[in-house]
């Protein structure tokens, strides 16, 4: 039977705060709900609305949880371990920085940072399986990163070096992901290492085309990058497995290109938009995601340097809602075909004795 692109859905992680309706669980989904989601995407990392250590260890928790939706009218579409799996893998220049996304209590220990990045995704695939979930959105990290541009010219193995190690990190947790039957679906963004078509095929070959490496879908880091996010959706369908739904614009002029030189991002000429004020052709997306069977979720992952996030979320769903093709289940000109004849389809093909 034709299935259809479930939705709309919305990540939180960018609406939580410490301010009702947006301070708890309950109180966020009911929002949700109310402005026409079906669907949330929980950030695991935000303590006022999820507990990823008791979701992992107790199926109590995880009910409770997936009740407070219930009730909402909403279901939960993935978790999210984006800052954890940041954490998997990180250059020392990024050190103090990406420090903020763990406990302080390994602030400036980078083996520990990572043991407990390690340890939180595990979690997540034990959580998620708890909850009935089947893919989980993520970070690859970054090794490599630093050295994109290759200025100064880089040694010979070196891109191959940061790979196989991002291999060596990520294939024990995929592997504990595939024995809770999870998906782990990165999202290909720049500062990762894996941040197009082509650095996705270099880590799926790392991690020998592993069965649980997956794609979470998001044109806007593609339109920034000029890459072709249509024809990434024909070459690399088979992997996605999620999809964050955002918008993005590339306005170059003769002071800035794709890189925008260090301008903020109101300023940038390559930044994102809220749904519908930027250049992604979602018609297409949705129409070629449809075309090849994908089923899950469509996410909304507001991010918009001006455009408030309330009136983001607000117009977010309804321009969703419009775009999700339901499948067919039939041809549009069945009503001038015929039933099967194998002797009349010999005669029109002249094949007759």
């Known amino acids: 039977?034709?299935?259809?692109?479930?939705?709309?859905?919305?990540?939180?992680?960018?609406?939580?705060?410490?301010?009702?309706?947006?301070?708890?669980?309950?109180?966020?989904?009911?929002?949700?709900?109310?402005?026409?989601?079906?669907?949330?995407?929980?950030?695991?990392?935000?303590?006022?609305?999820?507990?990823?250590?008791?979701a992992a260890d107790s199926q109590t928790y995880c009910d409770e949880v997936a009740g407070i939706c219930a009730e909402a009218g909403v279901e939960i579409t993935e978790l999210s371990t984006h800052l954890q799996g940041q954490l998997v893998a990180v250059h020392p220049a990024y050190d103090l920085a990406f420090d903020a996304?763990?406990?302080?209590?390994?602030?400036?220990?980078?083996?520990?940072?990572?043991?407990?990045?390690?340890?939180?995704?595990?979690?997540?695939?034990?959580?998620?399986?708890?909850?009935?979930?089947?893919?989980?959105?993520?970070?690859?990290?970054?090794?490599?990163?630093?050295?994109?541009?290759?200025?100064?010219?880089?040694?010979?193995?070196?891109i191959e070096d940061a790979f196989a190690e991002l291999a060596r990190r990520w294939t024990p947790i995929l592997d504990v992901y595939d024995e809770h039957g999870v998906d782990v679906a990165y999202e290909i963004h720049p500062g990762e290492d894996v941040f197009d078509g082509a650095t996705w095929e270099q880590f799926l070959q790392a991690v020998g085309g592993h069965p649980r490496a997956a794609i979470n879908y998001d044109p806007s880091h593609f339109l920034l990058q000029q890459l072709d996010y249509l024809a990434f959706i024909d070459l690399y369908h088979d992997r996605i497995?999620?999809?964050?739904?955002?918008?993005?614009?590339?306005?170059?002029?003769?002071?800035?290109?794709?890189?925008?030189?260090?301008?903020?991002?109101?300023?940038?000429?390559?930044?994102?938009?809220?749904?519908?004020?930027?250049?992604?052709?979602?018609a297409g997306i949705f129409s070629k995601l449809a075309q090849y069977g994908y089923d899950s979720w469509a996410v909304l992952e507001w991010e918009c340097s001006l455009k408030s996030p309330e009136q983001g979320a607000a117009q977010g769903a309804p321009f969703i809602s419009r775009h999700i093709i339901e499948v067919t289940g039939k041809a549009f000109d069945d009503f001038a075909g015929a039933a099967t004849d194998q002797a009349r389809n010999h005669a029109m093909l002249g094949l007759s004795s």
């Open 101 to 158: 996304f763990a406990p302080e209590a390994v602030h400036g220990n980078p083996k520990a940072r990572q043991a407990w990045a390690v340890d939180q995704m595990k979690k997540a695939a034990k959580a998620s399986r708890n909850l009935g979930l089947d893919v989980s959105v993520s970070f690859t990290g970054s090794l490599a990163f630093p050295y994109l541009y290759p200025w100064p010219q880089r040694p010979a193995g070196l």
């Open 1 to 54: 039977m034709p299935s259809s692109i479930k939705g709309p859905g919305l990540f939180l992680a960018q609406f939580a705060d410490d301010h009702a309706p947006f301070n708890s669980l309950a109180d966020i989904t009911k929002w949700a709900a109310g402005l026409g989601y079906k669907g949330v995407q929980i950030p695991t990392f935000d303590a006022r609305l999820f507990d990823l250590d008791k």
């Open 241 to 282: 497995r999620a999809f964050h739904v955002k918008d993005a614009e590339f306005n170059p002029t003769g002071r800035q290109g794709v890189y925008s030189g260090y301008a903020g991002w109101v300023d940038r000429a390559a930044r994102f938009r809220s749904l519908g004020d930027g250049q992604v052709d979602f």
